[in-house]
């Protein structure tokens, strides 16, 4: 049976869905903060994801079958490109990732025992994926998990776990092989952050966020809460990849530190200069290119064709975009904005994390060199 999410009402086009979210952000702009897309997903963050499960908004890309509204993921781009521009919320992991996922490896009581909470905001998961020793490079981790009749026991530590304190599960990838098996001994578990032996510590980010170490100690995980089969994890973690790349850089982000960068040069009276003027030109031309390619990810992304080397291309410009447009006041001398609560003394340090979360530029950059360019080893 298909879990039931909540009336639901089917948007129209995907220009009138956008207006109906623009409306929605407007309306409910008291209920956060200015700057909550910044902040972690518990709060006011948790409360508007749920606001988006009653509408039916968390499960708008996915089959109707599995309870969703079955529409392109045009409509999830929307959704997010349009919190990201109002800096509302960032795309839930829940309904993101890891619903990808289970829709597609997960058993029928499996479905039934997480979808329905995922589609309706109540249910939060972190990503256990990095830890000390494996991060750019993840078939190197060694959180390990041993089967012991009907429970896997698992330990290791994972490193900057977004979201661990307040989420409900750990989606954990850990060692089922040994060391030498790389990415084919990896799996995934759903791990309760209630069990017994996981201590969480937090790690501050240079941006004031919360980042976790999260250890594990012999945690007792029912194999009834692993997806898929012993030593899959790796192809199932790459496919939900594949299927969530049209929202990892979100032009809406961009648009709206762009449009601040321009209201602090009017400000500061530097739009008068030629220099100045130029240079915003350039960073309005760079959004361009960021913007068509986003609509060329969501295309490819929908056609279910590759998007790995336009994805990197993404994050290697989206972020070195962020990086320009918050560092430019500093730049020509502005020594107001790297005051403690100065926009852009926020967006200078934030954006130093962009380039680093989900895949560094490095990382990124060697994809397209060795895929587009055909250079490397
Ligand atoms: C804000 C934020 C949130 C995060 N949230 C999560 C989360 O929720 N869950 C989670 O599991 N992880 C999370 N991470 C971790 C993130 O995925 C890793 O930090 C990232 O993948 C890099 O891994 P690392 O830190 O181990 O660095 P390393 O992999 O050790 O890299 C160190 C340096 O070496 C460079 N490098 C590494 N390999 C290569 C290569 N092949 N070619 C060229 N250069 C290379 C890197 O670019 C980097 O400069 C988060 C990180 C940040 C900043």
Same mark, same amino acid.
């Given at each position: ?222 194999? *009834?809460? $692993?997806?898929?089969?012993? @030593?899959? /994890?790796?192809?199932?973690?790459? &496919?939900? =990849?594949?299927? #969530? ?65 336009? *994805?990197? $291309?993404?994050?290697?410009? @989206?972020? /070195?975009?962020?990086?320009?447009? &918050?560092? =430019?006041?500093? #730049? ?46």
């Amino acid at each position: 049976m298909p879990p039931a999410v909540c009336a639901t009402r089917k948007p129209g086009s995907e220009g009138d869905f956008r207006r109906e979210v623009e409306a929605f952000l407007t309306a409910t702009a008291q209920r956060r903060d200015a700057w909550q897309y910044f902040r972690d997903r518990s709060g006011a963050t948790a409360e508007l994801y749920r606001e988006l499960g009653r509408r039916g908004w968390l499960s708008i890309a996915w089959p109707e079958a599995e309870g969703g509204m079955g529409l392109p993921p045009a409509y999830e781009f929307a959704l997010w490109d349009e919190m990201a521009f109002a800096r509302a919320a960032r795309p839930p992991i829940a309904a993101g990732l890891v619903a990808r996922s289970i829709l597609e490896y997960a058993t029928p009581a499996q479905k039934q025992a997480w979808l329905p909470g995922i589609a309706a905001g109540e249910l939060g998961f972190s990503l256990g994926y990095s830890e000390p020793e494996a991060g750019s490079d993840l078939t190197g981790l060694r959180t390990r998990a041993h089967r012991d009749g009907e429970v896997y026991r698992v330990t290791g530590e994972k490193r900057w776990t977004s979201d661990a304190h307040h989420a409900d599960f750990l989606w954990l990838l850990c060692r089922t092989g040994d060391l030498a098996s790389r990415a084919r001994g990896l799996t995934l578990l759903v791990v309760p952050m209630s069990s017994a032996g996981i201590v969480i510590t937090p790690i501050d980010t240079i941006d004031g966020h919360r980042l976790n170490e999260v250890r594990l100690d012999d945690v007792e995980v029912p194999v *009834a809460n $692993r997806l898929g089969e012993e @030593g899959e /994890a790796w192809s199932i973690t790459q &496919a939900a =990849l594949a299927r #969530e790349r049209h929202l990892q850089i979100l032009p809406g982000r961009l648009r709206r530190d762009l449009a601040d960068l321009v209201t602090w040069a009017r400000r500061s009276s530097l739009l008068a200069r030629d220099d100045v003027a130029r240079r915003l030109a350039e960073l309005t031309s760079w959004l361009d290119a960021v913007t068509a390619t986003a609509a060329r990810i969501v295309d490819d992304v929908s056609a279910g064709r590759d998007t790995t080397v336009a *994805a990197a $291309r993404q994050k290697v410009v @989206g972020t /070195a975009l962020m990086q320009q447009i &918050a560092r =430019l006041p500093l #730049e020509y001398g502005d020594l107001s904005q790297v005051v403690e609560g100065q926009p852009f003394e926020f967006l200078w340090r934030e954006c130093v994390l962009e380039s680093i979360a989900g895949g560094t530029s490095e990382v990124m950059a060697d994809i397209v060199a060795r895929r587009a360019l055909s250079l490397g080893t």
